[in-house]
């Protein structure tokens, strides 16, 4: 039981570049969720997607884009990175909408040039 | 204005001594409330959920006061494994969550 797992955990990319960052659960919840973490600043909610085959914007949505390709995967795109991309990325899941408990991944760091 | 608010410390305490954060939301209409703990470069993870009533895990104790909108948490007898930086999540419904920046703990020898 892996829990919440993230790929890459380490990214450089040049401005202009594209690319996804992949999310997986195990435990069979239904909702998850990707976050943005600057230093200085709580984590801030980029996207979520409450159950299989939905997805919502969070806060900061702009210039991201997502996947929730079955009820296990949640992926994030970047389609033209920008240095203000740079950020730790992280994922989490809940067992349902109203559940309180965030399991969260390890984290992608990003860094865009 | 944020939707929750913290002071971002850092608050640095002997050993043995207890150390009180707090923490202010925004949105009266808040459902449920939490802190989790971040290690350096590390994710977040769960400490407690913080009830109306408050509650107690071993040395760590969280108080809810909705009519004054925040919420605390108490650590008695700390150790130095309780340096770590502590968020305070609020959930505004559904799958709103709303965090903190942090409060940092340095705890000395």
């Known amino acids: 039981n892996a829990g919440v797992t993230q790929t890459p955990k380490f990214q450089v990319l040049k401005t202009g570049q594209s690319m996804t960052l992949q999310c997986a659960q195990d435990?069979?919840?239904?909702?998850m969720y990707w976050y943005r973490q600057d230093p200085g600043m709580g984590l801030r909610l980029i996207y979520y997607?409450?159950?299989?085959?939905?997805?919502d914007k969070g806060e900061v949505p702009n210039g991201y884009n997502v996947s929730r390709l079955n009820k296990r995967e949640f992926s994030l795109r970047l389609e033209s990175a920008a240095p203000s991309q740079t950020s730790v990325y992280f994922c989490?899941?809940?067992?349902?909408?109203?559940?309180?408990?965030?399991?969260f991944g390890p984290g992608t760091r990003l860094t865009v040039l | 204005r944020k939707e929750v608010e913290q002071d971002p410390g850092p608050f640095n305490v002997p050993e043995g001594a207890t150390v009180a954060f707090n923490c202010t939301y925004s949105?009266?209409?808040?459902?449920?409330f939490f802190w989790y703990r971040q290690d350096c470069r590390k994710e977040p993870k769960l400490l407690m959920s913080?009830?109306?009533s408050g509650n107690e895990d071993g040395r760590f104790t969280a108080q809810l006061n909705r009519a004054s909108q925040y919420i605390s948490l108490l650590i008695r007898d700390s150790k130095l494994s309780d340096s770590a930086t502590y968020l305070c999540?609020?959930?505004?419904?559904?799958?709103?969550?709303?965090f903190g920046s942090g409060t940092k703990l340095n705890v000395k020898p």
């Open positions: 989490a899941s809940t067992r349902d909408r109203g559940a309180d408990t965030q399991y």
């Open positions: 435990m069979n919840h239904n909702s």
């Open positions: 997607s409450a159950s299989e085959g939905t997805t």
């Open positions: 949105n009266s209409a808040s459902q449920s």
């Open positions: 913080v009830y109306s």
């Open positions: 999540v609020v959930n505004t419904g559904f799958n709103k969550f709303y």
